[in-house]
């Protein structure tokens, strides 16, 4: 079996959060690895263009990852007692930053949680795991919501 001894955790603060940790948390004790865990703020960048003033999005984009800290930090001492753990935020579009900093970080996998949308909800709103599924370069655990 691989080492996993870097293990990037993306998580969305949801309440399925808690199940991709256990996993996450599971493997760094099997292994003695350590445990990236990230969240992507998205950047609404995109929305510029709608008559948004940019500094009205920068300002929410400045209180979501304000948010983020603070639930990271506590995420992360609730989640991964006695592991090697450090959480991050980052701004961007989550699929393209998780491979990011999975390749920079040097992570051997990837573990993150799906929300299983399908029909309509799959087209409208896409899917992360899916397209980091088809371009990582590391093993990519999914974890779906409990029913």
Do not use: W
């Not at 400045?62 to 090697?84: D, H, L, Q, R, T």
């Amino acid at each position: 079996m691989k080492d996993f001894k870097k293990i990037l955790c993306a998580v969305d603060f949801s309440e399925h959060s808690k199940d991709v940790a256990e996993y996450a948390a599971s493997l760094a004790r099997m292994t003695g690895g350590s445990v990236v865990v990230l969240y992507a703020a998205p950047s609404l960048s995109q929305y510029v263009g709608f008559h948004v003033p940019p500094n009205s999005i920068e300002n929410f984009v400045g209180e979501i990852v304000s948010g983020a800290e603070k639930a990271m930090e506590s995420f992360v001492a609730e989640n991964f007692p006695g592991i090697k753990a450090e959480g991050r935020i980052v701004t961007g579009y989550a699929a393209e930053e998780i491979l990011g900093i999975a390749d920079k970080e040097g992570a051997d996998v990837i573990i993150m949680g799906t929300h299983g949308r399908k029909g309509l909800d799959r087209i409208l709103f896409g899917s992360v795991a899916e397209k980091v599924v088809k371009s990582a370069r590391q093993p990519v655990l999914t974890i779906r919501p409990s029913v």
